[in-house]
Structure formats: structure tokens, C-alpha cells
């Protein structure tokens, strides 16, 4: 069951409000638990057991390490242990060069435990933060299962830290105000993902049907350009999704990405992506290495390592590596070479060449596939353009236009802008209405199947 | 109380109120068992079992079931179409939208035909007559330069092509394909479905009988009646976009010519009922289109008073429907197998020996679907 689907909306989402709200505020938290156990059984029972285990291994190994702090040599071993497990969980299911071992240990070769990634990042970085002392092993285990499991949080993160999230719930605010702020995320998030991704998806998917052999290179752009921003409005249409949900709980859930395709320096977009993911690597990985290290150069490279690393994780592939390695090349050399200066709508045009350049990388299933790809970008394969690509430029020019203007914060500053504003005014007067008709719209898009399943990556 | 404050709890109320309201109608309202729109069965409440809570399966099965019977199902996907047509390329459900016709967009992503080739095969080496093989293209075969370039990388023409190459050398092959390309400017494909039209039928039947070794009934003689100028078809299921014209269904009757004497329809259990060639009762039904020869069975026997003696097998699916009607002039008795609704081997039913010729007319679409000739073996 995923967020942008028929029986989520119209009949989970409703549902859990229902019990949500009409339970004790104490008993609040166990609603959640129970409403995400569903909500996971939904997924199937193996995925349910899954989940369970996962905590329960989890849970006992932040036990553990705490419990033997004063022996740093059993507490490090626990904790290892649980590092360990965690890892491993996570090639099992995500590596494919494994999936005959799977096969074979009887889980199935098909059988994908969705959110996985989130989970083991969030279930690392507790460890960890036990392991150091920055965190007390929580007793309760219902939750630290409702950590896991939470359902707004499972598909697309964000990979909180514990006490970030324990915080949250204990400091909810349920009101009916905060539901209509959810609701507009939510709402924002499906638009994001069933209007956006999946019309910028078929232009991809056109592109990626043709040869490269003769591609043209404008035909070439559009494709790379439609996944670039596909990307985008998938990932972050679903966490989206995800923070609204939690909102309307009175969940104030951080949001993953702010408009970063068409920021100004490449060091914002690499603050705006994925931002709790992001802080995770940089926190866990990046911070720890670096302390030992007090060359400049080293740490530079460790600082792109570690975004190769990152990109790795997106697809557990060469490509995604070297997606990471370029993006972190781009900002240290950036760093390097253009330290003060901010170039506002040249910047903005360098961010998404960028950003679209190395998504040919992470788009593609080889490395030479992608290779290839960008020869033809630079027309190495038929020329700038031909019929095709006038067809699909025709086709989609309206959509890129209205996604590329979509994704930059232009609108946003408009509307965070002090001083009275008709503008402002309006849609927020107009606001219950847009957002009406915007789920309006989605729910049309996705009628005919019930959902909307494209998540271009399993993570 | 700021106007930001006010506005959420607005959204809130309308949200919630919207959402509850369609939560209700998809508990309480009577679930329809069809779509006749879709010209399809619903799915029905899912039976859940261990095996399938298990692996998510009963999960899926519920969205589908809530997205079938969802409220307003049809307005809701007729505006989805509205939709899509508006933004992108205009491809709904595989159904390439423009007003003139619609199109099969996902007709280069069938496989190769080279099992149901292989099942001919299997067929010609059991059988003595003569055999005659038509593949018939579909819409989006005949009129490809109307899709866009890149969704006709695998060509009906190549299709029907290398199902020919891969029959056996004494097997006759009937070049439909040509024949409707070159006519193309004339209504012989329907525009809400992939099938051809009677007329299409005709075009084909003029080159196909004189293989079979007759002279065609010229044109002029047939009187046709329109029987409808309301027929939509499947692709316009798959998309109910109704922006195109609706279809016209045409009964050819030569009043003159030879005439039916019965017309029997037998099931695989044996039961025996009465046919028609042409069966207006069907045009009150989801799919106008089984006017000809009506309700699908097995196999459909029929004699005319042609005084020739000869018969034919046909073995044949909806493409040959509407072709039938047109063979009757020339045979004494025509035997029309459906081999997909056979329970077992076609030689099971009826007896090869009987036929000195036999006819194959299949729709390329559907010879590229697993199976569908796995029991002429």
C-alpha cells in the first residue's frame, strides 16, 4: 500500500484519523503503533515479520551496548554486532547480486522489505549514537518499534535520530488546524508524485525507448532532463506525502527536500537534497573520518567519498556511486574556485546542469550505457534534432515548463515574503479550494489502476 | 485568529468532509459486478488465506477492489482521460488518443508470434488438406504513421512477417497486411477498436476465397445495413475517451446468394444451440462487436444451401467474426473452431479428415499471446 493509491487515501488515511482522534491522547502513541502494524501487515505478513525482527535484533543490541558501557569491549562487540546485522540486512535484500542467495535461504527472490534503507540508516545511527553516550537505550520496546515502523516515515524516511522522534511525539499537537497543514503537504506531495513524476516519467520512459545509436541530442537532453526532475518530484513527493500524514497526527516531521534542482550554489542543493539523509552521512560517516585526518586534501576526499557513498545507497550500483563521487566533486570545486560569490539565475542554471548531467548516471544500468548516453548528449549520435524529439518537445514542453518552475522556490519566496501581498492573499483564501481540487485531480490520475506505484529506486 | 489559521481548519473540514464522504459511498454502495463501460467483470471482494496475507498479495487484491468499485469509477477515469490527453503525449491505459481514431500504443511490444507458429505447424503435420494461414493486423498496424515514431519499434508488419517465416513451407499464407495498407483511406478499421471493419473483412475475403479457389462476390451484390452507429470498441474500454466518432457495425446480406440452412453452436459439454450469423440481439450488449456471430462457443457449425459439397475448417478468433458471413456463398458447410475455448485438442471435437481445406484467420495481437494455439497440437 503506498501513499498515492485509491484504498490509502480514501480509506487507511480516514480511518486512522478516526482512531487517532477519538483515543485518549495518552493512548495516542499506541494508536500509531497499532495503525503502522496494520499498515505493514497490509504489505504482507513476511513483511510484518520482517520489520519485527529487524526491531527486535535492533532493540536488543542498543540494550545491549548501553547495559555493558563500562566494558567497552563487550559494548563494542554488541554494538559492532548490530552494525553488522544491520549492513547485512540491507545488501541481502538491496544488492541484486544476490538475490540468488536470497532465492535459495527460502525469503524468495522477489520479497523486497520497502523503506529497508531508511530504516537500517535510522537503526545505525541509534546505535551509534548509544555507543557514545549521546543516547540512553530506550526501555520501551513498543517505541522503539514505533520508530521503525512508523507508517508515514516508512516509504521515504526521514531517517530521524531517536530523540528527534521521541521528541516529536511527545510534544505533538493535535488540532484541526494542523490537519489542514497536512493535508496541503500530503496533498502537495501526490500532486508531486502523480501529476509531476509520472507524466515527466513517461517522457523518459520515450526517450529510453529509442536507440542511443542515433539519438538526437536534443531528444537526449529531454530525457535526462524529464529523469532529473523526475527524481525530484518522486522522492520528494512521497516524503512529502509522508510529512502531511504525520502533520495531520500532529507530527511536526521534517521535510526531506527544499527546492534544491534550481539552487543558486551546488553546496545549497547538496543542503536542500534529501536533507535528513544527507545530515545522516555527514554525522555518521563524514565527521568521524575527518577528525583524524587534518590534511585539507584528505579531507576532501573523504568528504567525496562519502557522497559516493551516498549515491551507492540511491542504487546499490557503480552508477550510483559515481553519481555521489561527481556531486561531491562538483561542490568541493566549487568551494575551491568560486568561494564568495553568488551568481543568482547563472547559478541556478549551473545547479540543474549539474544535477542533470550526473543523473545520467544514476538513470543508467551501466556504466557504459551511461557513457554512451552523454556522447549523445553532446550529439554524438544523430544530430541535434529530428522528428522525434520536436514530437516529444511538443508533447511535454508544457509539463517541463510547469515542473522546472514548480521546482525552483520562486513561488515559495512569494509567499514568505512580508508586507501585504493580493497574491499571498488570495491563495491563502483560495488555498482550502486548490487543495480540493488538486486531490480532485490525482485521484482521476490514478483511478484507473487505484495506484501509482512507479518509485524509479527501491529503497 | 490569523487568516493562514483559518484557512487550514477550512482545508481541514473540506478535506476530511470530501474524503469521509467517498470513504462511505465505496462501504455502502452497491457493488456493480461489471463495467459495462469497461466491458469487463469487476473484481469481487478478495478471499483471503494465510498464503496470500503472507506476501502482500491480499493488500493488492483489496486496492483493486477498492479502485474497481471505487464511486463513479467511469466519470473518474473519463476525466483521467481528459487529462492525460491534455498533458504529455496523450497515452492513456496503452491507448494512443487523437481524434480521429485511437490507437493501440503498446501493439511494438508484443513478442514474437513464433509458438503460435509453431502450433501451425504441429497442426499442418496432422492435417492433409490444404491449409491457408491469415494474420490480420491490427489498427495501429495499418495506420502506424499515426503513432509517434518510437512506440513502432517492433512493426506489425514485421510481426506478421516473422510469424510467416516461421511456418512450414507447404502452409499457404495470405498477405492481409498488403492488401489493407493499400486501402487504408477507406473505413475498414474501426476507430474505438483494434479489429477491422466488415468492409475491412471484405477487402481481405476478395483475395482470400480465390486462393481457396472461387470468384469472389462482387460488392454490389451485398445490400448493407447499418446497424448501429454507436459501437465502441475495446480500446475505447481501456480509455472511454468518447472525443473520437463512435464506430458503425455493418450486416452484409445478399438476398440473392445462398442462404444459411442452420447454424449451431456446441460447447465442450456437448450442448447444441441455435446461432446467428448476424445476431442483433447482441447490439443491446457491453460489446456491440458479438453481433457477428453472437455469444463466443467453441465451435460453430454451418450449412447452407449451397450445393457443392465442399467444406471448410476455420480456425479462427474475433477477427474472423465479421468474415464468416462472407464465406457462406461458397460453401456447403463451414466448421468454425475457437481453439482458445476448447477444453482439449482440436482433433478431440472434430474429425480433420472431413475438411479438404482449411482456413486460419487470427488477429497478429492475439497470435502473440501465449498459448492461444496450444490446442490445434
Known sequence: ???????????????????????????????????????????????????????????????????????????????????????????????????????SAGLGGNFFPIGLSFMVLSAIGTLNDIFSGKEEADRCFLRFWLYFIFFPRLIMGPPLRYRSFTKMVDSRKPELAEIGVGMTIFVKGLAKKVLAADSLYLLYDAVNATSLRNMSMLTAWLGALAYALCLYYTLSGLSDMGTGTGYCFGLKMPQSFNYPLFSVKIRYFAARWHIQVVQWFRRYITKPLSVHFNNRVVKKLIFICVWGIFGFWYSFSINGLIWGILIGTAIILERVFNRGVILKRTGAIYTIFVAVICGVFLSGDTLSHSVRYLFAMIGGGGGFADAFSLYLLKSYVVVLLITMYAATDLFRNMMMRSGKNPVRTAVTAASPLIVLGLLILCTALISYSGSSEMILMKL | MTMTKLSSRITAIAVLAYMAYFLLLTVFSGKAERSSDENRELSSLPSVSLSSLADGSAGTDMGTYIADHFPYRS?????????????????????????????????????????????VNAFAERYNGALYVAAIPTSSGVYRERLPEYLDNYRESQQITDFYEGLNGGIKRIDAFNILKMLNENYIYYRNDTKWTSYGAYCVYRTVIQKLGFLPTTYDKYTVRHVTSDFRGNLYNRSLYSGTDPDILDFYYYSSGAEVVSCKGCYNDG???????????????????????????????????????????????????????????????????????????????????????????????NLSREGILSNLK
Open chain 2, 75 to 119: 466519470r473518474w477515469i473519463k476525466f483521467n482521460t481528459a487529462l492525460r490527453s491534455e498533458i504529455g503525449e496523450g497515452i492513456v491505459n496503452g491507448v494512443y488518443i487523437s481524434d480521429d481514431m485511437l490507437l493501440d500504443a503498446e501493439a511494438s511490444n508484443r513478442k514474437k508470434a513464433s509458438e503460435s507458429a509453431a502450433d
Open chain 2, 271 to 365: 450442448t447444441v444451440v441455435d446461432k446467428k450469423i448476424y445476431d442483433d440481439r447482441q447490439l443491446d450488449s457491453d460489446y456491440m462487436y458479438s453481433a457477428y456471430l453472437g455469444d463466443d462457443v467453441p465451435i460453430i457449425k454451418i450449412s447452407t444451401n449451397v450445393n457443392n459439397e465442399r467444406r471448410l475448417l476455420v480456425i479462427k478468433d474475433s477477427y474472423a467474426d465479421c468474415f464468416i458471413p462472407f464465406l457462406i456463398q461458397h460453401y456447403s458447410e463451414i466448421d468454425v473452431v475457437s481453439p482458445e475455448l476448447l477444453d482439449g485438442p482440436v482433433g478431440n471435437y472434430i474429425d480433420l479428415s472431413d475438411y479438404e481445406q482449411a482456413l486460419i484467420l487470427f488477429g497478429i495481437e
Open chain 1, 1 to 103: 500500500m503506498i501513499y498515492s493509491s485509491l484504498i490509502f487515501i480514501y480509506g487507511f488515511l480516514p480511518i486512522s484519523f478516526l482512531a487517532y482522534y477519538l483515543s485518549p491522547k495518552k493512548r495516542q502513541p499506541l494508536v500509531l503503533l497499532l495503525l503502522s502494524i496494520i499498515f505493514c501487515g497490509m504489505l504482507g505478513l513476511k513483511y510484518l515479520l520482517f520489520t519485527t525482527v529487524f526491531t527486535a535484533v535492533n532493540y536488543s543490541a542498543c540494550r545491549g551496548t548501553a547495559h555493558y558501557r563500562s566494558k567497552k569491549a563487550a559494548s563494542a562487540v554488541i554494538y559492532s554486532g548490530g552494525i553488522m546485522f544491520d549492513l547485512f540486512s540491507l545488501f541481502l535484500f538491496r544488492a541484486e547480486y544476490l538475490s540468488a542467495f536470497r532465492g
